[in-house]
């Protein structure tokens, strides 16, 4: 036998992004119907964002 203390597996319940409430298998990974559609509409109106910080435009110095 091992010296070692046995390992446990501990699984945390995923919770839904929108609300925070444990996660049903039929929506996952939301807790809802309502909490998808939620973030689908977000999706819908561009609220997820990545911030960029764009150049301004070259006047085609580089171009021949």
């Not at 070692?4 to 839904?16: D, F, G, M, N, T």
């Not at 444990?22 to 689908?40: G, N």
């Not at 109106?45 to 021949?64: I, K, L, Q, T």
Request: with cysteine; glycine share 4%; aromatic share 4%.
């Amino acid at each position: 036998m091992s010296d070692r203390p046995s390992l446990r597996i501990v699984r945390r319940q995923a919770k839904c992004p929108i609300c925070g409430k444990p996660v049903e298998a039929a929506h996952r990974p939301f807790c809802s119907k309502r909490c998808a559609d939620i973030d689908l509409g977000r999706w819908l109106n561009e609220s997820y964002r990545v911030p960029a910080h764009e150049r301004p435009a070259d006047d085609g110095d580089d171009e021949d």
